[in-house]
């Protein structure tokens, strides 16, 4: 059996129309009532006053009391009183004497007759007065007033409209009023029409139940995305931002409603935020993380604003570096490996031709310059990380036919880092000097990277020279800029390591600079500040975790 369908309920725009629709109806309607009963009591008293007029204008004409005097005032004044009521477009004129005797009626053959209605206050006191009364023709608005001559009252004129023809002159008001109203509710409900299809147009035809779950939903999904949300309007203010991003980007509360240009962002990062134009995956570095950022328009018919997301790749890409490092040493122990096997082979030919001495030395020469590399590394930093680190990029520099050189005024001990400069950070400057670099050196004659690492009271100095072209000194700054490099594009982008390294030394408050080197090519030098006295350092394994100092090491190369 099917079930009835369930209505669904009128939109948002759809209930607004309705109750407009009626509210305009009873305004309309209630002031058409309103101005029917003012015009019917005020043509009431128009007609009253036009009565009272017409009979004091008989009252005091001069042929009404000549009239009056004679034998037979009927024979005078019915022709008068007909000319009067056609005149003045009275219903009728009747002239009585002081015993209310009609000598006019607009029905002859009521003349003579009583009159029907109020006259005694007219005859008696002299007063003027209106009243409604039914009389021989109807219900009618009549005026009363004396005929006195000389103090003397003569007799009486009444003069009156029928509540018929009274009751005419307002319906013809009443129907031009109802044409009025009937436009005005046609104009009021075209333009509630026109209003509610723009509403309904933007609520997409949802009802007001609908808006609210959609308002619900919306400020569930806004607070539960990890990754930063931003939307900007038309003219790239911010409109809103969720936790996420305002966490990533470093900003406050506040920032709803101020531009994108104030809030103090990288330039690179607000110039995106700022473009008209979509963009798709494009990494951007703030003062504390790395983030992957795309935008896309919101318009219909017109500019509205902008939907940013930003999505923190920190982690990764410091992953990534660390995959990228691992390769490199992949590819130079595959390398190292095949020396290796030439090696052993040139020493068991050696062997096998007789010559045991000559494969002795052989052996031992390859070992004693292996192990003076390892020496002069560790005589000259003995922290742990860095030395790993310029192991490892010797082997690589050397397998690009570069030559990675320690200098011999280096000199770091064990121990001698403080503990918030993680091993992460401190891969990342000088892993990143290191490889900019050997990119630089590599292909020149005397191709050669001289690395110094040194510290005083209160400063650790890594300084990475290299035999490349330079640096133009225009561009010292810019080199430390997202994206900028004199080096084509590879798969991956280029410009990235040498910001990555300046974020982070500025992360711990360093600087890092770069200029001509002594021999030609650029040098690059990042300062951080070491901790003061107060602040002791506690020795670190490779990891970035504390570890053993050199002199409570029991024995082993690094």
Not at 168 to 176: H, K, M, N, P
């Amino acid at each position: 059996m099917r079930l009835p369908r369930v209505p669904r309920p009128r939109s948002l725009a759809g209930q607004l129309f309705g109750m407009q629709a009626v509210l305009i109806a009873v305004l309309v309607a209630g002031y058409a009532l309103f101005t029917y009963v003012s015009d019917r009591g005020q043509a009431q008293e128009a007609a009253g006053r036009q009565a009272m007029a017409v009979a004091r204008s008989v009252a005091d004409s001069p042929s009404v009391h000549e009239a009056i005097g004679t034998a037979n005032p009927t024979e005078r004044l019915q022709p008068y009183a007909l000319q009067v009521q056609r005149d003045t477009e009275v219903d009728f004129v009747t002239i009585m004497n002081t015993k209310g005797i009609r000598w006019t009626h607009p029905e002859e053959k009521r003349i003579g007759e009583h009159f029907l209605g109020h006259f005694r206050p007219a005859v008696a006191d002299g007063r003027s007065f209106t009243e409604t009364y039914t009389g021989s023709l109807g219900a009618s608005v009549r005026a009363v007033t004396p005929i006195r001559s000389g103090g003397t009252t003569l007799g009486a004129v009444s003069a009156g409209i029928k509540v018929e023809a009274i009751t005419e002159r307002v319906q013809d008001q009443v129907t031009a009023l109802l044409g009025v109203a009937a436009g005005a509710l046609l104009l009021g409900g075209i333009g509630t029409y026109v209003i509610n299809a723009r509403l309904r147009r933007s609520t997409h035809g949802m009802n007001a139940a609908e808006l609210s779950r959609m308002h619900d939903y919306h400020q569930a999904a806004l607070h539960a995305v990890r990754e930063g949300l931003l939307m900007l309007d038309g003219r790239f203010r911010v409109a809103l931002m969720n936790d996420g991003g305002r966490e990533l980007l470093g900003v406050t509360d506040d920032v709803v409603g101020r531009s994108v240009a104030e809030l103090g962002l990288p330039a690179p990062l607000t110039g995106a935020l700022l473009s008209a134009e979509p963009r798709v995956d494009e990494v951007h570095l703030t003062d504390t993380g790395v983030l992957v950022v795309n935008t896309s328009p919101v318009s219909g018919g017109e500019r509205r604003g902008t939907v940013v997301t930003l999505r923190d790749v920190t982690e990764l890409q410091a992953l990534t570096g660390e995959l990228d490092s691992e390769r490199g040493f992949t590819q130079a122990l595959r390398s190292q490996a095949h020396e290796a096997a030439n090696r052993l082979h040139t020493m068991v030919s050696l062997i096998e031709l007789g010559r045991p001495e000559e494969a002795v030395d052989f052996a031992t020469a390859e070992l004693e310059l292996a192990q003076t590399l390892t020496d002069e590394v560790i005589s000259a930093v003995s922290e742990p990380v860095l030395a790993a680190l310029l192991l490892g990029k010797a082997a690589q520099a050397k397998e690009r036919g570069v030559e990675l050189v320690v200098a011999r005024d280096s000199g770091i001990d064990d121990g001698m880092l403080p503990a918030s400069l993680s091993a992460r950070d401190l891969v990342t400057v000088l892993g990143n000097l290191i490889d900019n670099a050997v990119d630089a050196a590599q292909g020149t004659a005397g191709a050669r990277v001289t690395v110094t690492a040194s510290t005083d009271d209160s400063v650790l100095s890594l300084r990475v020279a290299d035999t490349g072209s330079g640096v133009d000194p225009a561009h010292a700054e810019q080199v430390f800029q997202r994206g900028w490099s004199t080096k084509p594009a590879g798969p991956g982008g280029r410009g990235l390591g040498l910001a990555l390294a300046r974020q982070a030394v500025s992360r711990h408050a360093g600087t890092l600079t770069v200029r001509e080197a002594a021999g030609g090519g650029a040098e690059f030098e990042a300062r951080l500040p070491l901790p003061g006295p107060s602040e002791p350092s506690e020795p670190r394994g490779p990891s970035g975790r504390p570890g053993i100092s050199r002199s409570a090491r029991t024995g082993g190369a690094v």
